[in-house]
């Protein structure tokens, strides 16, 4: 399945580890997708998306894998769904999924460092 990972997933050493699919960075691609805005998840340190309009939220495109997928998904957990979205990509646009809890803020995330 293609994602688009947005938040603490941009982290290789964290994709590695939740994935179980150390070499999952190395395929990432960037990308990027319009009218939607990365803000922080309400009583969270995570992130999710919102619609807004003019905006653009950077990131990255993989294509994972079966067993990696049930990995993020368990990662990710019940609060998150994958929804179905179109990004731009350097070779144009591309279907993906994206995780996207409810709950979104309107205040910008910006990822803390992890110990």
Known sequence: ???FLYGTLLDPATLAARSGDPRLPAR???AALQGW????LAGSPYPTLRPARGTRTPGVVVDVGPAALRRLVAYE???YRLTRLVVATAQGETAVHAWIAPGGTQRPWNPEPRA
Request: aromatic share 0%; proline share 15%.
């Open 28 to 30: 990432c691609r960037p």
């Open 1 to 3: 399945m293609r994602v």
């Open 37 to 40: 805005r990365r803000v922080a």
């Open 77 to 79: 957990g019940p609060a």
